[in-house]
């Protein structure tokens, strides 16, 4: 199970943490990703993290504003995102794939997923 917390409104230029917590599951062998999704469009890979802990993927979009990490002791993966946009503005989700590399861009390449958390940037 993961469920996926820190999502909230935020002015442009500001800040959020967002946390993926997985219950039930070896966490340390999980690649773990963030997507998002905006009203409209498709769901997009927004961070990737392979199992063995190296982050393999970022969305141009979100390059040097993003960072993710993950804390296996916690069993947790997070996304701080600074100098937020507007067009940040999505639902993100949490998914988590067995023995994976992070970077597969497609929605169905990972099994388990968050329920998502809603991220407004107002400008």
């Known amino acids: 199970q993961l469920q996926a917390f820190g999502g909230g409104l935020v002015q442009a230029g500001g800040s959020l943490r967002l946390s993926c917590t997985v219950s039930?599951?070896?966490?340390?062998?999980?690649?773990m990703a963030w997507f998002r999704q905006a009203p409209g469009k498709v769901r997009e890979l927004v961070v990737g993290?392979?199992?063995?802990?190296?982050?393999?993927y970022y969305s141009d979009s979100v390059k040097g504003r993003f960072t993710a990490s993950r804390d296996d002791a916690k069993n947790t993966v997070y996304l701080q995102m600074n100098s937020l946009k507007p067009e940040d503005t999505a639902v993100y989700y949490c998914?988590?794939?067995?023995w994976g590399q992070g970077d597969d861009r497609e929605p169905g390449g990972y099994n388990y997923w968050g329920q998502g958390t809603l991220v407004t940037v107002s400008s």
């Open positions: 993290i392979s199992w063995t802990g190296g982050v393999t």
């Open positions: 998914a988590a794939e067995p």
């Open positions: 039930g599951r070896t966490f340390s062998s999980y690649a």
